[in-house]
T-cell receptor, first 112, second 119 residues
Framework: GQSLEQPSEVTAVEGAIVQINCTYQ??????LSWYQQHDGGAPTFLSY????GLEETGRFSSFLSRSDSYGYLLLQELQMKDSASYFC?????????????FGRGTSLIVHP | GAGVSQTPSNKVTEKGKYVELRCDPI?????LYWYRQSLGQGPEFLIY????????DSGLPNDRFFAVRPEGSVSTLKIQRTERGDSAVYLC?????????????????FGPGTRLTVL
């Protein structure tokens, strides 16, 4: 089976930087993705790491260390609209396909 | 262009009834996924289609759940003899190429979901 661990909640102030960690246990690991979901909304794709290192997309960056089974999402210059749930999701090979498994999500609360 | 759409947005049914949930993926996307999301949880994988065929249905919880995608576009998730534990938001997502190792970008586009409530 697969398991992912991420903090249940993180709080920060506007303009700050926050890091959301994700550790995973899986076999057949292929890649790690991050999704954002506002209350009542659909998850939206933020970032993907297939290789070790940092991927940067605007204010968001994501990091992966395959040897440590660890990744994080870094949000810079926080804005109130960044208050949402953030999910890490592992792609792992199961049989002939790569099944996505999502973590339980981290609720980010941004204060003014 | 249009994103992924799902109908109905809300469905209330009684225990034991049959329901169908529909997903219209982004045009041209060959891969389609169904997930179930309970409050405070992440999306839970149910089934994945590549074209018309179910490439992996290992996430379906039991034989009351079934999904089809007859023409490789619209998909319907069918739940028989609904139980109160089936209450959740059912999400559909599509991607251009799927998970057969062809593309590693893993960009799935999610629909708004159908909130199913079983009384």
């Amino acid at each position: 089976g697969q398991s992912l661990e991420q903090p249940s909640e993180v709080t920060a102030v506007e303009g700050a930087i926050v890091q959301i960690n994700c550790t995973y246990q899986t076999s057949g690991f292929y890649g790690l993705s991050w999704y954002q979901q506002h209350d009542g909304g659909a998850p939206t794709f933020l970032s993907y790491n297939g290789l070790d290192g940092l991927e940067e997309t605007g204010r968001f960056s994501s990091f992966l260390s395959r040897s440590d089974s660890y990744g994080y999402l870094l949000l810079q210059e926080l804005q109130m609209k960044d208050s949402a749930s953030y999910f890490c999701a592992v792609r792992a090979r199961a049989g002939g396909s790569y099944i996505p498994t999502f973590g339980r999500g981290t609720s980010l609360i941004v204060h003014p | 262009g249009a994103g992924v759409s799902q109908t109905p947005s809300n469905k209330v049914t009684e225990k034991g009834k049959y329901v169908e949930l529909r997903c219209d993926p982004i045009s041209g996307h060959t891969a389609l996924y169904w997930y179930r999301q309970s409050l405070g949880q992440g999306p839970e994988f149910l089934i994945y289609f590549q074209g018309t065929g179910a490439a992996d249905d290992s996430g379906l919880p039991n034989d009351r759940f079934f999904a089809v995608r007859p023409e490789g576009s619209v998909s319907t998730l069918k739940i028989q003899r609904t139980e109160r534990g089936d209450s959740a938001v059912y999400l559909c997502a599509s991607s251009q190429t799927g998970t057969s190792g062809v593309s590693s970008t893993d960009t799935q586009y999610f629909g708004p979901g159908t909130r199913l409530t079983v009384l």
